[in-house]
């Protein structure tokens, strides 16, 4: 259970720093432009999917242990762990550059909504690319937890 907690709390951690970090730049925009907060606050809901990422992969390493086994193979439990680790890490590498991003680009399109319209584009594609890398981990960690049971000689 030790990797269904570290997935979850880590990409926790990471999708919190992402939400609090867009969360100022959507604050302090709606100060001076608050016909703009809608349109800014894409940054912390993207931050937020990253929770979603730890609830899938902490499902999937508790589906794969088997509580009426006798035993609970060594390899099974690292498998699990590098597969909590691997999506938790790569979550809170993700979270965090959403909160910079997030953070940056929503300040700079409300001073230059004007004068520069495609800065929203521009941030929403940075947005994505950073969402990519917590989907990779997710990928990563279900390709290692699916990876647990093939240790055993049945």
Not at 82 to 106: K, N, T
Request: proline share 3%.
């Amino acid at each position: 259970m030790t990797a269904t907690s570290l997935g979850i709390c880590i990409l926790g951690m990471g999708a919190a720093y992402g939400t609090a970090k867009s969360g100022v730049g959507v604050a302090s925009m709606g100060v001076m432009r608050p016909e703009l907060v809608m349109k800014s606050i894409v940054p912390v809901v993207m931050a937020g999917v990253l929770g979603i990422y730890g609830l899938i992969i902490a499902v999937i390493i508790s589906t794969g242990i088997n509580p009426k086994a006798k035993s609970y193979y060594l390899f099974d439990g690292y498998a699990h762990l590098s597969s909590g680790l691997a999506c938790g890490l790569a979550g809170l590498s993700a979270g965090m550059a959403i909160g910079i991003v997030g953070d940056a680009g929503v300040s700079l399109f409300c001073r230059a909504n004007a004068q520069q319209p495609k800065l929203f584009v521009g941030m929403i594609l940075i947005l994505i690319f950073a969402e990519a890398l917590a989907l990779y981990g997710l990928i990563v960690g279900i390709i290692l937890s699916s990876r647990s049971g093939q240790s055993r000689a049945d």
